[in-house]
């Protein structure tokens, strides 16, 4: 079987969908698949294409015996929504010069990662021209959740692109969605056409035993410093050194430089920042710690955040400061505690609750959380699960 992954974003780039969609190149190869990968230019977060590709209309790389063609984009991290639809849109032109690539391939599928949704209709447009069955991976429901962020209104922008939106969900040979709420939107539009497929987790990443004693109630957060996610506002409004604890920070991103002077001016609050870890370094890494706090200020239908998986396949209980089918997942799994985002007096509270856990109790949180990644949301399960999928719908 053949596939070829069609994705503005991957490695070496930095970011939950670049290391997802690596691991389901991995996957798929060890299961006996043929692998390639149509990308853009490396540029994210900081917006810059990286020195080593810059200067190109088109490279090839391989990474992991994984071929991957790349071709330009405009790119772009600023904060206002113009010059990050400008970059979305001239990977979207020009990954069609990726045709020949394609056809060259002949794939039987054609796995299109979304958003961009403008992205899916390069992916249809390829798929017609080069004839592999084309499935439409759902990662954020776009433009609902753009709506949702305040990115755009309800006018003729966003009803252009929900028209096309459903026009790329229909003529999808199936649509992937990475929660059971993308799942249920898509189904209401395409029912039959949906498959169920989670972020998780690769949990033979995450050694056991590298708890240290020393962190137990040192709280980590490994990820992006963007205003999504709010890491600013915690650091302004809880101490963590008056709950006997202390927050460490690791990630980059557009809050970074309002952290670092944040910390700089308040040093006694129990806040440290850590650097950035690369992808190796974080199953590791954070194992050590004694918990983490994950947080989202705003709830996205569909989103789930893949530091949760994470953080289960480490073994640390969870402050998930957030709503949502994240929320409720870990409700469900009983893996730490949930509150509303910018109620700072329940933080507090769940924070001390934590650093008074008893040591029966702590332990018995992080063997439940590895539990759950591992019988739930592992990541080689799921990609052996989809190739079975895929293999079924071919024969």
Request: proline letters at 5%; glycine letters at 8%.
């Amino acid at each position: 079987m053949k596939i070829v992954i069609l994705t503005q974003y991957f490695l070496p780039e930095m970011g939950a969908p670049q290391n997802r969609l690596f691991d389901l190149a991995k996957g798929l190869m060890e299961l006996g698949w043929e692998v390639s990968v149509v990308t853009g230019m490396p540029n994210y977060p900081h917006g810059k294409i990286f020195e080593s590709h810059s200067g190109k209309f088109t490279q090839t790389d391989w990474i992991e015996n994984i071929e991957v063609k790349r071709y330009w984009l405009y790119p772009s991290n600023a904060p206002t929504a113009l010059p990050r639809i400008l970059s979305m849109l001239s990977f979207s032109m020009s990954s069609l010069f990726s045709l020949f690539f394609i056809r060259k391939k002949k794939p039987d599928y054609l796995f299109v990662e979304s958003p961009p949704l403008t992205l899916g209709f390069s992916g249809w447009i390829l798929s017609i021209l080069s004839k592999p069955r084309l499935i439409a991976n759902i990662s954020d429901l776009w433009p609902l959740s753009a709506r949702e962020l305040g990115a755009i209104g309800d006018g003729v922008l966003y009803r252009s692109l929900e028209l096309l939106e459903k026009f790329i969900y229909k003529r999808a040979y199936v649509c992937t969605g990475q929660s059971q709420e993308i799942v249920d939107y898509i189904s209401k539009i395409t029912p039959q056409k949906t498959y169920l497929f989670r972020n998780g987790v690769d949990t033979k990443r995450f050694p056991e035993n590298k708890f240290n004693p020393g962190k137990r109630n040192q709280i980590v957060y490994a990820g992006l410093l963007g205003v999504a996610q709010g890491i600013l506002s915690i650091c302004e409004n809880i101490n963590f050194h008056s709950l006997n604890t202390e927050f460490h920070i690791y990630g980059t991103g557009s809050e970074y430089e309002k952290i670092i002077s944040f910390i700089k001016n308040n040093p006694d609050r129990g806040i440290i920042y850590k650097g950035v870890l690369t992808r190796d370094e974080i199953p590791t890494v954070i194992s050590t710690y004694g918990g983490t706090l994950i947080p989202l200020i705003r709830n996205i239908y569909g989103a789930v955040p893949s530091k949760i998986y994470e953080a289960m396949a480490a073994g640390l209980p969870i402050i998930f400061s957030g709503e949502g089918e994240g929320a409720k997942i870990i409700e469900d799994t009983n893996a730490g505690w949930v509150i509303k985002p910018g109620v700072w007096i329940e933080l507090q509270n769940c924070i001390l609750e934590f650093s008074k856990m008893s040591d029966a109790k702590y332990f018995d949180s992080r063997e439940r959380n590895r539990i759950t990644a591992k019988k739930y949301f592992d990541r080689t399960e799921q990609i052996s699960a989809f190739s079975s999928f895929l293999e079924s719908k071919m024969r």
